[in-house]
């Protein structure tokens, strides 16, 4: 459950497309994604738990699309028409157990955390 090893970052051009992986040695109820620029705080991307419910960031809806593979104990995020502020470290973030709150696109809500992958879009 606490290991997080995440893939798929890269370099694009804008309006190019981008695959991330999370690969959780264990199940998670929750999973996310984040993402931060140096000197930044940690902004919410996506997330989504084992009901299939979803949470998206508004800069981000209609371009995204977060996935989860329950089996695989694997989190997707598909990046599509990608803009040169999507530049940062993407991290994936889970929480193993249901709690009694609702998803929420937080970082205080999730319990482990990634080491990063890094996407840059250049215009």
């Known amino acids: 459950q606490g290991q997080l090893v995440e893939s798929g970052g890269g370099s694009v051009e804008a309006g190019g497309s981008l695959r991330l992986s999370c690969a959780a040695s264990?199940?998670?109820?929750?999973m996310g994604w984040f993402r931060q620029a140096p000197g930044k705080e940690r902004e919410g991307v996506a997330a989504i738990d084992s009901t299939g419910t979803i949470r998206y960031a508004d800069s981000v809806k209609g371009r995204f699309t977060i996935s989860k593979d329950n089996a695989k104990n694997t989190l997707y995020l598909q990046m599509n028409n990608l803009k040169p502020e999507d530049t940062d470290t993407y991290y994936c973030a889970a929480r193993p157990r249901r709690t009694f709150w609702d998803l929420a696109l937080d970082p205080s809500f999730f319990t482990y955390w990634g080491q990063g992958t890094q996407v840059i879009v250049s215009s």
């Open positions: 264990g199940y998670n109820y929750y």
